[in-house]
């Protein structure tokens, strides 16, 4: 039972997925369109996912569950797993690789891998207030409000200790 993220409860279940390069418009089309058919669909247990997804930036696939109205089990898990695994397939894509970050600068999204970071920090590329996406968060309220971050204000504060 597809929703929008408007309807969606804040402490819904948030997954992001981020594909290991940018989409074309294209491709974020055909996405879109599937992940519209797959909501549609979901289920848990034999009853609908109340559930919201979007493509965004042309990079990030996320899905949301309301938990509240029926909470995603193993089996439908399972299942938007092996959705977004076909996906992959047909994109050319990964979207389960989590050692690369976003960054966001100057209205631009670059891309850097996890063992480039401590370089990029040394070169002054990256410093505390450089903002990246931290596909990390756990619900809606998360993802609305802390999905672009700081480095030093997340888990990412870390490269500069």
């Not at 670059?110 to 590329?125: P, T, Y």
């Not at 619900?139 to 490269?159: E, H």
């Amino acid at each position: 039972m597809r929703t929008d993220f408007s309807d969606i409860l804040p402490n819904s279940k948030v997954w992001i997925y981020q594909a290991d390069r940018l989409l074309t418009e294209e491709e974020a089309k055909q996405a879109e369109d599937k992940l519209e058919v797959f909501l549609e669909n979901w289920q848990s247990h034999g009853k609908g996912v109340k559930a919201a997804g979007k493509v965004l930036h042309n990079l990030f696939i996320v899905l949301a569950a309301d938990e509240d109205y029926n909470t995603p089990g193993g089996c439908s898990i399972d299942s938007s797993v092996h959705f977004l695994k076909t996906l992959e397939q047909e994109l050319g894509v990964n979207l389960f690789n989590r050692s690369i970050l976003a960054l966001f600068s100057n209205e631009r999204i670059s891309l850097i891998r996890l063992n480039d970071i401590k370089e990029a920090i040394a070169k002054g590329l990256i410093t505390k207030e450089t903002l990246f996406f931290n596909n990390l968060a756990p619900n809606v309220a998360s993802f609305k409000n802390q999905w672009l971050a700081s480095f030093g204000s997340a888990w990412t504060a870390r490269y500069f200790a």
